[in-house]
């Protein structure tokens, strides 16, 4: 009778195993105090109903892939397209999701008469009422903007984009920025300076200065756009990130994906795709200010690089083993 009831209570126990499956990586992160993000294009919240209710149930950030960027707000001078951000937005709050804005200043996605030929006056009235329209519309809804994105060359020079007639356009569109949103924290974002470098010293060179003179910056953002020869050890990925910690700054991951292409088997490296992610995430989750971990993307499928597999969620929504592999790192 003893041996029953307990055969019968082992069975239970299995079966509520069985029902209550690992939690969400949202909901692990929250644990940790760590907001964990993935970029979106909102088109595809419309198309595919998978996408969103992945979306909300494994991230409790949420990034504009490309419907922030200056080309998609203001097409043509002082005409604004807020319906693509806007629903973003409204997605975020109805999931209780936070908003990384990005980004207001940067080289590429630029509409075209971006490249007139602007003096520095009228460049600082161009920066200007664009930061003004934008940060100004979201105020007190997004959190973090990627201010500046890319301004050191992968030559870790200074990049030449039209906002460089207005020498100073960095510290201007930061101090713009704090002007229309005050409570938002406010990011310089780069490629290429997860480890310790020439380009990751220029950047923190640029940071050091414009703290130093007072510059409202809150934080850098890491992309992390990563392949399976990075290795965040060799990198020295930790000891960087401490430096610009101790600048005072807040750390973000903010676009990570590890392209699968490369030598050896597809099961090998899906491993070795899943350590990096691990990896990274180890990195963030031990130092103290590193306070965001967001991916570029949801699904392999809707990827910038979608040949090269580089996400935790392959094209149908199945997790990777690089998914399993950022719950391991996120339990407590
Ligand atoms: C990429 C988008 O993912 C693509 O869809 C788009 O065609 C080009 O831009 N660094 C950034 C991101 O800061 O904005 C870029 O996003 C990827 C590199």
């Not at 209570?9 to 760590?34: H, S």
């Not at 993935?38 to 992945?54: I, R």
């Not at 890319?150 to 020498?167: K, M, N, Q, S």
């Not at 990896?279 to 963030?284: K, M, P, S, Y």
Request: hydrophobic share 45%; glycine share 8%; aromatic share 10%.
């Amino acid at each position: 009778m003893v041996a029953l009831r307990w055969g019968l209570a082992l069975v239970l126990l299995g079966f509520l195993a069985q029902a209550q499956p690992t939690p969400p990586l949202r909901a692990l992160a929250e644990k940790r105090g760590l907001q964990i993000g993935a970029a979106v294009e909102p088109s595809l919240l419309l198309q595919e109903p998978e996408y969103g209710t992945v979306l909300a149930r494994e991230f409790n950030l949420v990034v504009a892939e490309n419907v922030m960027k200056w080309g998609a707000l203001q097409t043509s001078r002082g005409q604004f397209n807020f319906a693509a951000a806007d629903l973003l937005l409204d997605f975020a709050q109805k999931n209780r999701m936070a908003v990384r804005g990005h980004t207001l200043v940067w080289h590429q996605q630029l509409p075209r008469w971006m490249y007139g030929s602007f003096g520095p006056a009228e460049m600082e009235a161009i920066l200007r009422e664009h930061i003004q329209a934008v940060v100004g519309r979201y105020r007190g809804r997004i959190a973090y903007w990627d201010v500046v994105n890319e301004a050191i060359g992968d030559d870790a020079r200074p990049r030449l984009t039209p906002f460089a007639v207005l020498p100073d356009y960095i510290e201007r569109a930061f101090r713009l920025a704090r002007a229309a949103d005050p409570q938002a924290k406010l990011f310089y974002n780069d490629y290429g300076a997860e480890g310790l470098g020439p380009k990751s010293d220029a950047i923190y060179a640029l940071l050091k200065g414009l703290k130093e003179k007072g510059v409202p910056i809150d934080g850098v953002g890491f992309q992390a756009h990563l392949d399976l020869s990075f290795s965040p050890t060799k990198a020295r990925m930790a000891e960087n990130l401490e430096r610009f910690a101790r600048l005072g700054l807040e750390i973000h991951i903010t676009e990570m994906d590890v392209r699968l292409s490369g030598p050896g088997s597809r099961a090998e490296r899906l491993e070795k795709q899943a350590q990096i992610y691990q990896e990274v995430l180890q990195i963030c989750l031990r130092q103290p200010r590193c306070k965001a971990f967001t991916l570029w993307g949801v699904t392999d499928g809707h990827s910038w690089r979608a040949a090269s597999e580089p996400l935790i969620f392959d094209t149908d929504y199945r997790p990777k083993p690089a998914y399993f592999a950022l719950q391991r790192a996120l339990q407590p």
